[in-house]
Nanobody, 116 residues
Framework: VQLVESGGGLVQAGDSLRLSCAASGSTFSFNSMGWHRQAPGNEREVVAFITSDGGHSNYADSVKGRFTISRDNAKNTMYLQMNDLTPEDTAVYYC??????????WGQGTQVTVSS
């Protein structure tokens, strides 16, 4: 299984970006998928998670109301719509896919940089 993120870039504060995470290499569906981020000098943190059917999601307090996670199982793709970005959102963003709590797959990350 391979996960590939895309959609990162350099934007200004207040702008929006949509990240994509495309899964390939297998026909099974992840039970849950998530977005994480890691800023320089910080530990990796959870941004958002979504269940297999997309019916339930949860978010870190820092992004609630600004970010929206979604997935299209037919396309094996997950998204993160990020609105009203701030410099504090600057980080490398990673997607993850979870078969079980002990079996997960990760992408290589995409850089998001927000200038003030």
């Amino acid at each position: 299984v391979q996960l590939v993120e895309s959609g990162g870039g350099l934007v200004q504060a207040g702008d929006s970006l949509r990240l994509s995470c495309a899964a390939s290499g297998s026909t099974f569906s992840f039970n849950s998928m998530g977005w994480h981020r890691q800023a320089p000098g910080n530990e990796r943190e959870v941004v958002a998670f979504i269940t297999s059917d997309g019916g339930h999601s949860n978010y870190a307090d820092s992004v609630k109301g600004r970010f929206t996670i979604s997935r299209d199982n037919a396309k094996n793709t997950m998204y993160l719509q990020m609105n009203d970005l701030t410099p504090e959102d600057t980080a490398v963003y990673y997607c993850s896919g979870w078969i079980t709590p002990d079996e997960s797959y990760w992408g290589q990350g995409t850089q998001v940089t927000v200038s003030s």
